[in-house]
């Protein structure tokens, strides 16, 4: 991906690009602080890190590389699952 940045919008241009951006430290310290302001809960059912896999989900990619924390939701991976089967693998991102 090289995120487009247009004015305050950043959009998804492809799948590999966005998977690196998911690799980099920028996302890592996101993810991190996310998980933290949650005490690494998921958000729907309650789910604790250490007794399943937490994932934290994009709302909106409008801000990719800057997001604020009301942009992502923590889920567990089965919450995470139905979110994306519910909206689709980009939840109706570009």
């Known amino acids: ?8 919008t950043t959009t998804i241009s492809d799948k590999a690009s966005y998977a690196a951006y998911l690799r980099s430290e920028t996302w890592q310290a996101t993810k991190r602080r996310k998980l933290s302001s949650v005490d ?3 958000e ?3 789910a604790e890190w250490g007794m399943t896999a937490l994932d934290v989900h994009h ?3 409008e801000r990719l ?3 604020k924390d ?6 567990c991976r089965a919450c995470h699952g139905d979110e994306h089967r519910q909206m689709g693998p980009f939840g109706g991102a570009p």
């Open 1 to 8: 991906m090289t995120p487009k940045k247009g004015g305050s």
């Open 40 to 42: 690494w809960c998921c």
């Open 44 to 46: 729907n059912c309650g």
């Open 59 to 61: 709302l909106t990619y």
């Open 65 to 67: 590389g800057r997001e």
């Open 70 to 75: 009301e942009d992502l939701r923590v889920l």
